[in-house]
């Protein structure tokens, strides 16, 4: 059995799947939406880059890959977001619609900026598990670290959100209790004394979780990297702090040591590319594309994926929790 330490079960996650008695290597279909973002963060990993990308789906191809998904045996949608959901409501709600009414439920990751009473229904309605990014409970801080943000905006949607949602509430499991919203934070030296705070705003009915920044994206620059991590030494204390403070001991993700979305997923790229999760852009390069693709070929993907982990372990001598963290160029060539 997996070992995890919230004292809350986000719908969707590896242990709520474990709780539910899913036992299949393939649970997640991760999908990235060709959706745009008004923030600049700094953090950002901007997902879906690092190839020549092909063209981008239509809304009934995404629909098609979904329900493929489901046959092959998925049972979460996963959406980091290429941009930002809530600010893209009409192209998400499509996608969701079509997980919803097959049977998926969605967990889905986002600013909250534009996020009204009608999105929040909608959500609560349609199965979706919600991660908020919130770096900060500052101000000024969180302007500085997404560039434009507004933070008064962000804590009166996530008001009306947790009103949504806790006039909804899930039924517990085996004791355990269930949660739909939680709180993601990326901790970096310009917030790591908040984590205490940002842990007491969430109470018992949103799940915090805490990472690490990632060298990706807006965060490949030295420079720029330097401004979030200074060395290796205080990458380490930011890992051990993240680890300590995120009720799931690591990523959103994370179940006997490494990242389900990847481990037991498959992830489609903007293009139909398969990729090996939202932020490997590259990896969809040596994948195939999932258009025309039967359920077996899914399958298949995620056999790929998982056997080119256990090449990557061997070959790093370690078992890495997010291969795109940790070996990530050795991943893409052991592909
Ligand atoms: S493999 Fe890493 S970057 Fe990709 S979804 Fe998992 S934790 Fe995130």
């Known amino acids: 059995m997996a070992m995890f330490k919230s004292p809350t079960v986000m719908v969707g996650s590896p ?20 959706t745009s973002c008004s923030l600049r963060c700094r953090k ?9 990308m092909g063209e981008t789906l239509s809304g009934e191809e995404r629909v098609m890959i979904i329900k493929k998904a489901v046959e092959a045996g998925c049972r979460t949608m996963a959406v980091i977001g290429e941009g930002e959901p809530t600010e893209n409501f009409g192209v998400m709600a499509e996608g969701i619609n079509a997980a919803h009414e097959a049977g998926m439920t969605t967990i889905m990751f986002t600013t909250g900026i534009a996020l009204d009473r009608e999105q929040a229904n909608f959500y609560c309605d349609h ?15 969180y302007q500085y670290l997404t560039g434009n943000g507004n933070l008064d905006r962000v804590l009166t949607n996530l008001t009306v959100l947790r009103a949504v ?47 690490p920044p990632m060298r990706r994206g807006r965060l ?14 205080e990458q380490e204390r930011l890992t051990e702090a993240a680890r ?41 390069a040596k994948l195939p594309n999932a258009t ?10 995620n056999a790929r994926i998982r056997a080119t982990y256990t090449a990557l372990t061997d070959y790093l001598g370690h078992a890495p929790s997010c291969p795109v963290r940790d070996g990530y160029d050795d991943l893409v060539r052991l592909l």
């Not at 025309?292 to 993907?301: L, M, Q």
């Open 292 to 301: 025309t693709a039967t359920a077996d070929y899914f399958r298949a993907v």
């Open 244 to 284: 300590m403070a995120s009720d799931t001991g690591g990523h959103t993700s994370v179940a006997n040591g490494v990242c389900s979305y990847f481990a037991h997923g498959v992830s489609v790229d903007v293009d139909g590319a398969f990729v090996t999760c939202g932020y490997a852009g590259e990896t969809g």
């Open 127 to 141: 199965g979706v598990s919600l991660y908020i990014s919130l770096d900060s409970l500052q101000p000024r801080v």
């Open 220 to 233: 490949t620059g030295t420079k720029q990297w330097n401004r979030f991590v200074a060395d290796n030494d």
């Open 15 to 34: 242990e709520y799947h474990e709780l539910t008695g899913v036992k299949s290597d393939l649970i997640y279909l991760m999908m990235n939406f060709p």
């Open 165 to 211: 949602y806790a006039a909804h509430p899930s039924q517990p499991i085996a004791g355990r209790r269930l949660v739909r919203l939680g709180i993601n934070t990326t901790v970096s030296e310009k917030n790591i004394t908040e984590l205490p705070a940002i842990r007491a705003f969430a109470n018992e009915d949103i799940q915090v979780v805490v990472n």
């Open 44 to 52: 950002c990993a901007l997902a879906g880059k690092g190839r020549e």
